[in-house]
């Protein structure tokens, strides 16, 4: 009888809990049990294993066979595991050295000829790999993905020929090289391309100074889009730490890594037809859903009013927290969500409610219901809603010797203030708790005398009222002041029209 144990990861949520794959070969009846709590792709392994295992070596142990999956209670789902049953395979037949396996976690699919095929949630094993001080050996397909993480050994492999010999020290597998990619600039759009709308603007890049949450709001044709897709040429690059963090959601989202994107925000941008599971995440096994996939980016809901009143409403909890949980019967997951929403939306059905040049047919009872799909308590989550008006013909027609600001010198202004902001407190504008807001963002009497009075007056929430802190030590972070003045305040409330406004439930 003899025993061997491979170490492997499993996939759960952004999370990749450590797999211990015994093997055991005993005399008996012949046969080749998997135990474990095993999904069904993995049960479908012993046939991969057998055949790779036969194609290697051209005989397959004629033992009694017996893999488990330690823990039990962990689900093991995907074909992740085949290289980590093969090694553990050939190990416990003395054909590989039981003492080559201790230091090393194995992961890869098995074609039937023995070649590694790539799998995916491979950047949360090296990371958990990394912490718990093991070596990895991966697919040759995984290889730049896992080359992400400093300070680990990565080994990549394109047969299961190539592990045996690296095992047994006859020929060492390449380590994983990461290639030094700088942030991709190039197909952002510029914000010189929008004329007119200087309120827009600047709420735009106020939204993108304290990463603050913005609703646009205007009749058809006004520009709301074209200013939401330019937001991106406005934001910093990701810090390296923030970058692993959404290429490892993307790497177990079944969407696939694009490493030519490195450090560049997500910006997602879903067709408001898309189910609760799409936005939030969900399936089995759970997935990420586009608040996921826009973390430390952008969510941007065009047409706000034409999705899904509970699909709406699943955003409040991930606006508040940073984070969204996926329960069901037999697991749960974890996925981060701290994720700017920008949003867009026309006033009424018809879309001329505050139109200049078009009369709007909708009743009073038809725009009060198409507003009251954005309910209360998500309104009050938003940082700024703002009303883009109709732009006058002759602005269209306006000399090319009038140039618009480009979005250079807005993100230089942009990357300026958020540097301030991590400078004093690690973290944007928009994050800050109630206790952190009481310490960095000091009123003047006059600003407080201000914010007070309007709170009285327009009968505001709470929360209503830190956002407009929050707003307020943006707009002084963009001017390089400490303390928030009437002028930031008064500002502040500028952005934020639907307070103001009857017909928001």
Not at 379 to 403: F, K, N, S, T, Y
Request: charge should be neutral.
């Amino acid at each position: 009888m003899s025993l061997a144990i491979v170490y492997t990861r499993a996939s759960s949520g952004i999370d990749a809990p450590l797999v211990t794959v015994e093997v055991h070969l005993s005399k008996g009846m012949v046969g080749f049990s998997l135990v474990g709590l095993p999904e069904t792709a993995v049960k479908e392994s012993k046939e991969r294993v057998r055949s790779a295992v036969l194609q290697m070596i051209g005989d397959f142990p004629g033992k009694r066979i017996t893999v488990n999956l330690a823990p039990a209670d962990v689900p093991k789902e995907g074909a992740r595991f085949d290289l980590a049953i093969a090694i553990g395979i050939l190990a416990a037949a003395g054909l590989l050295p039981l003492q080559a396996l201790e230091g090393y976690e194995i992961l890869g699919e098995l074609a039937l000829s023995g070649e590694l095929r790539a799998v995916q949630g491979v950047l949360p094993a090296v990371l958990q790999a990394k912490a718990a001080g093991r070596r990895l050996m991966v697919p040759t397909a995984n290889a730049q993905e896992a080359a992400l993480v400093e300070g680990v050994e990565v080994f990549h492999a394109a047969h299961l020929q190539a592990v045996c010999a690296h095992l047994r020290g006859e020929s060492l597998l390449p380590l994983c090289v990461r290639e030094q990619a700088g942030v991709v600039e190039a197909g952002l759009l510029d914000m010189a391309d929008v004329k007119g709308q200087p309120l827009a603007k600047r709420a735009l890049e106020v939204a993108a100074a304290g990463q603050h949450s913005l609703l646009l709001m205007g009749p058809p044709g006004t520009g709301k889009t074209m200013l939401a897709s330019r937001l991106p040429g406005l934001l910093p690059p990701l810090d390296d730490q923030s970058a692993l963090e959404v290429a490892a959601i993307a790497s177990v989202s079944g969407q696939g890594l694009d490493l030519s994107a490195w450090r560049r925000l997500p910006f997602r941008a879903p067709h408001h037809t898309c189910s609760n599971v799409a936005i939030v995440g969900g399936g089995r096994p759970p997935r990420p859903g586009e608040i996921s996939l826009a973390h430390h980016g952008v969510l941007f809901l065009d047409e706000l009013p034409e999705f899904g009143r509970h699909v709406l409403e699943s955003l409040r909890e991930p606006l508040e927290s940073g984070h969204i949980t996926i329960s069901r019967a037999a697991c749960s997951a974890v996925f981060p969500a701290r994720f700017q929403l920008i949003a867009a939306m026309n006033p009424c059905p018809c879309g001329y409610a505050t139109a200049t040049h078009r009369e709007c047919r909708c009743s009073p009872e038809q725009v009060a219901r198409y507003q009251s799909k954005i309910s209360g308590p998500l309104l009050d989550r938003l940082d700024m809603h703002v009303e883009v008006g109709q732009l006058p013909p002759a602005l269209l027609q306006q000399a090319a010797d009038a140039p618009q600001e480009i979005s250079a010198s807005v993100k230089a202004r942009v990357v300026a203030a958020r540097s301030r902001q991590y400078q004093r407190q690690a973290k944007s504008n928009a994050q800050l708790t109630v206790p952190e807001l009481e310490l960095h963002a000091g009123l003047t009497p006059g600003a407080s005398a201000l914010l007070l009075r309007v709170m009285d007056q327009l009968k505001l929430s709470a929360r209503a009222y830190h956002r407009i802190v929050k707003l307020g030590r943006t707009l002084a972070d963009l001017a390089d002041t400490d303390h928030l003045t009437e002028a930031h305040v008064a500002e502040a409330m500028a952005y934020r029209c639907l307070d103001k406004k009857a017909g928001f439930c």
